[in-house]
Nanobody, 126 residues
Framework: QVQLVESGGGLVQAGGSLSLSCAASGRTFSSYAMGWFRQAAGKDREFVAALSWNGGVAYYADSVKGRSTIFRDNAENTVYLQMNRLKPEDSAVYYC???????????????????WGQGTQVTVSS
């Protein structure tokens, strides 16, 4: 079992930045690829970013590419999502997730992820 707890969400003006954190506990964090997903009100959950076990492979959704960075600190059992130049359409609940199967080549599919956090709300005002 892996327990994931997100933090760092909040209200920010358009053009601002936020850094989300996801702290993991339980089984060996470095065995997992990590992903960030988001779900806006009334919409399906969508992929945001994913990172391999050692941080060597990262993928981003086109909607956040160039504005966001996913990185991890395996010594601290934490994965981060730094988001810059935020837009109102970035408003959503952001979830981190852990995937024990695709640890070398992280998946963009939420079905691949075994463990999920409770989410943190990000609201970007225009």
């Amino acid at each position: 079992q892996v327990q994931l707890v997100e933090s760092g969400g909040g209200l920010v003006q358009a053009g601002g930045s936020l850094s989300l954190s996801c702290a993991a506990s339980g089984r060996t964090f470095s065995s997992y690829a990590m992903g960030w997903f988001r779900q806006a009100a009334g919409k399906d959950r969508e992929f945001v970013a994913a990172l391999s076990w050692n941080g060597g492979v990262a993928y981003y959704a086109d909607s956040v590419k160039g504005r966001s960075t996913i990185f991890r600190d395996n010594a601290e059992n934490t994965v981060y999502l730094q988001m810059n130049r935020l837009k109102p359409e970035d408003s959503a609940v952001y979830y981190c997730a852990a995937d024990g199967e695709s640890w070398l080549n992280p998946s963009r599919l939420d079905d691949s992820y075994d463990y999920w956090g409770q989410g943190t709300q990000v609201t970007v005002s225009s």
